[in-house]
């Protein structure tokens, strides 16, 4: 079982900056993966981002590259997301994820969730 918590949503103006955070517990597979997606209403859930744990690879959606950045803290087992220039598309409850082995676009492929965190950027 592996228990994760997000924090760090907020109310941004649009062009401003917002770091969100991961915490990761529980029993961890030696290689996995923490996604972020994100979910605006009436709207399907989007891959963000995913870092694999071991090796730190990143990969991102093609909305947010270049703006938001995906990376993890080992000795306190949490992942953040860096969002830079946010925009009013940008927001949405942003999940993260847990995934045993490399990391995915695609949701269905996650294990664990978090209960989400709220971003609402304002025009």
């Known amino acids: 079982q592996v228990q994760l918590g997000e924090s760090g949503g907020s109310v941004v103006q649009a062009g401003g900056s917002l770091r969100l955070s991961c915490a990761v517990s529980?029993?961890?597979?030696?290689?996995?993966?923490i996604g972020w997606f994100r979910q605006a209403p009436e709207k399907e859930r989007e891959f963000v981002a995913f870092?694999?744990?071991?090796?730190?690879?990143?990969n991102y959606g093609g909305s947010v590259k270049g703006r938001f950045t995906i990376s993890r803290d080992n000795a306190k087992s949490t992942a953040h997301l860096e969002m830079n220039s946010l925009q009013p598309s940008d927001a949405g409850v942003y999940y993260c994820?847990?995934?045993?082995?490399?990391?995915?676009?695609?949701?269905?492929?996650?294990?664990?969730w978090g209960q989400g965190t709220e971003v609402t950027v304002s025009s």
């Open positions: 994820a847990y995934k045993p082995g490399a990391g995915s676009v695609w949701p269905d492929l996650y294990d664990y």
């Open positions: 529980g029993r961890t597979f030696a290689s996995y993966a």
């Open positions: 870092i694999n744990w071991s090796d730190e690879y990143a």
